[in-house]
């Protein structure tokens, strides 16, 4: 019944024009199979069925066009993007051909300090942690305690205890406990994680718009305004030069206002040469909404109708970043 009312409903909810909302969905890492360590990370086949009631609702746009849209007051009815953060490879091997097969556009934001065989911190806990021996990792030397490993569930607890203790840390400082606590554990870790420079290139030609997302990732309000200068600058340099096209998109890290970014960012965002910018709070933009703080939501429902009903409540719910002087 909600399949044959939900073009419908979300057309009430965005009717297109001055009165239209874009809903900008956003994923991070789509896997070819389930696996235990990472539960709600879809896979190919869950990805296949967001895409599917993405394109029998809503009317899919590349991010670009829908902003300058959004700012005209010319949206479409139901209008919506697909986005990435981050880099990872999978959003062109195992992602893209899915889309390709319904004809979507997407965008994907590149951190550019993981090109080419680099890792993210995170990912380094998640795959030594995978690949740790034994039943237990013992890190109270590096006052991060010890964990059990003795079962999949385990080693996920493990992982989401380690990746809480480290997220808020001072980048660099942050960056070394990683590096203590991977050395510690002795795992040789994966390098083929996230794209290569001849994959955006690839990317970029198969339709994919490409966003800057920084280079090494930080949570802004944890560096000084300097470092985060340069990391929008050297991040849009560095994809500028790769594509040999301007990059006029971008996503915060992590992305939530006043606790990732704070409005000073967005205007560092603005100065440096963007025209939008992204953040992970949830809502659908509206002709009010501030370019430079668009909110997304990030489906992760396997039932298509309780997929559906949660993006009407996101075109719905009012949108989190009005537009500021």
């Not at 420079?197 to 997302?213: D, K, L, Q, T, Y």
């Not at 000073?264 to 992970?280: E, I, L, N, Y």
Request: glycine share 6%; charged share 20%.
């Amino acid at each position: 019944m909600l399949n044959t009312f939900f073009p419908l409903l979300a057309t009430l909810l965005s009717p297109g024009g001055s009165r239209g909302r874009l809903t900008i969905v956003m994923y991070h890492r789509v896997l070819d199979r389930a696996d235990p360590l990472a539960p709600y990370t879809p896979t190919a086949e869950v990805f296949d069925c967001h895409m599917k009631t993405l394109a029998e609702g809503f009317n899919l746009l590349p991010l670009s066009e829908a902003i300058e849209r959004l700012a005209k007051r010319s949206l479409p009815p139901r209008a919506a993007c697909i986005t990435f953060d981050d880099g990872y490879r999978d959003n062109f091997t195992v992602a893209g051909p899915v889309m390709q097969r319904y004809g979507l556009p997407a965008t994907v934001f590149v951190a550019t300090g993981f090109l080419d065989g680099g890792r993210m911190w995170n990912d380094s806990v998640i795959e030594a942690v995978r690949r740790a021996p034994g039943s237990s990792i013992d890190a109270s030397a590096l006052q991060l305690g010890v964990h059990s490993i003795a079962s999949d569930a385990a080693r996920g607890q493990a992982i989401a205890k380690l990746l809480d203790q480290l997220k808020y840390l001072p980048f660099a400082e942050r960056l070394a406990r990683v590096n203590e606590l991977t050395s510690l554990i002795g795992a040789t870790l994966p390098a083929d994680l996230m794209l290569s420079s001849a994959e955006v290139i690839a990317a970029r030609r198969a339709n994919i718009e490409i966003g800057a997302h920084t280079v090494n990732h930080p949570i802004l309000t944890q560096i000084d305004d300097a470092q985060v200068r340069s990391e929008l600058a050297e991040s849009k340099a560095t994809l500028e030069s790769i594509l040999k096209e301007k990059i006029n998109l971008f996503a915060y890290p992590n992305g939530r206002p006043d606790l990732d970014y704070a409005a000073r960012h967005a205007q560092m965002v603005k100065d440096a040469g963007f025209k939008m910018a992204v953040s992970t709070a949830s809502g659908a933009a509206s002709a009010a909404t501030d370019l430079f703080q668009l909110p997304r939501y990030a489906p992760w429902d396997k039932l298509r109708s309780r997929l559906q009903v949660r993006l009407l409540q996101n075109i719905w719910r009012p949108s989190p970043n009005p537009a500021y002087s």
